[in-house]
């Protein structure tokens, strides 16, 4: 039988960085300041986004995610970033103008970021730095993170893996529940 003190502890561990998470701030695509915190209560996926990658169709099947799921308390996230081979590198006007005219996007997008390096957000970090949630910079545009209505972090997912792919679609509707 496991200690319940320690069960305790993991718990409080769990639970303390879940809202260190949701207090993160970053901005809105349009400067508004904002945080997971908003989206509390809801199943999020955040995804790191660029408009001249190899990977930006994959724009309709985060679309396609958000009008199945919305209702059932689902948003995806976009967080534009010029990380990866600068298949980013539109201001924030350039940015939503793509997203709305190519792909329809309906989602909440952000004010671009960095995802690794030097500059690393502090989502990311609490995503993917060492003491993070899934340890290892993103590889590419378009790695996404499932975060719980908890706003606990709940699955990543690589780049090459398809948001409409049986894997994040059984993950999101397992975080929904019944």
Known sequence: MKHPAILFTIA???STHAAELSA????TIKGEATSLAAYKGKVVL????ASKCGLTKQYDALEALQKKYAEKGFTVIGFPCNDFGNQEPGSADEIVEFCKTKFSVSFPLMEKIHVKGPEQ????????GKDGAFPGDVKWNFGKFLIGRDGKPIARFEP???PDEEAITSAIEK???P
């Not at 957000?121 to 993917?128: E, K, Q």
């Open 12 to 14: 409080a561990i769990v």
């Open 24 to 27: 993160i701030p970053f901005n």
């Open 46 to 49: 955040v995804v790191n986004t």
């Open 121 to 128: 957000h502090p989502l990311y970090v609490a995503l993917t």
């Open 160 to 162: 090459k893996v398809k």
């Open 175 to 177: 975080a929904l529940g």
